[in-house]
């Protein structure tokens, strides 16, 4: 499968950004991810994290489309867990999707 197409989850919350390569242009559906996390973050009674995601992400008609929603949605959340922990890495970016020597997929993600 070739992934030729990058969303990037901008840094926030002094945690890293990220890229991901999709094997399709779904940049909309995780834009849309990110918007909504970062919505229910600020409106404090913004009702059930996962009920919130759930009833936007299946609006959309490729399952490509929803699991690049789900990225960029948990990647947002992830991102201001982690600035509360204070622990993660330091400012340089993460890239996802993409091979690195020696690591797997999971040593590049922020781990809190």
Same mark, same amino acid.
């Given at each position: 499968? #070739? $992934?030729?197409? =990058?969303?990037?989850?901008?840094?926030?919350?002094?945690?890293?950004?990220?890229?991901?390569?999709?094997?399709?242009?779904?940049?909309?559906?995780?834009?849309?991810? %990110? $918007?909504?996390?970062?919505?229910?973050?600020?409106?404090?009674?913004?009702?059930?994290?996962?009920? =919130?995601?759930?009833?936007?992400?299946? !609006? !959309?008609?490729?399952?490509?489309?929803?699991?690049?929603?789900? =990225?960029?949605?948990?990647?947002? %959340?992830?991102?201001?867990?982690? #600035?509360?922990?204070? #622990?993660?890495?330091?400012?340089?970016?993460? =890239?996802?999707?993409?091979?690195?020597?020696?690591?797997?997929?999971?040593?590049?993600?922020?781990?809190?």
């Amino acid at each position: 499968m #070739s $992934k030729g197409v =990058v969303a990037y989850l901008p840094s926030h919350d002094g945690q890293p950004g990220a890229e991901i390569a999709w094997a399709a242009d779904c940049r909309e559906a995780f834009n849309r991810g %990110v $918007k909504l996390a970062q919505s229910w973050l600020d409106n404090a009674c913004g009702g059930w994290l996962w009920a =919130v995601m759930i009833a936007e992400r299946d !609006l !959309l008609p490729r399952a490509i489309d929803r699991r690049a929603f789900e =990225v960029g949605f948990l990647g947002r %959340v992830h991102q201001r867990l982690c #600035s509360h922990q204070g #622990s993660g890495p330091s400012a340089a970016d993460v =890239v996802l999707g993409a091979p690195q020597p020696g690591r797997s997929l999971a040593g590049t993600a922020c781990r809190c």
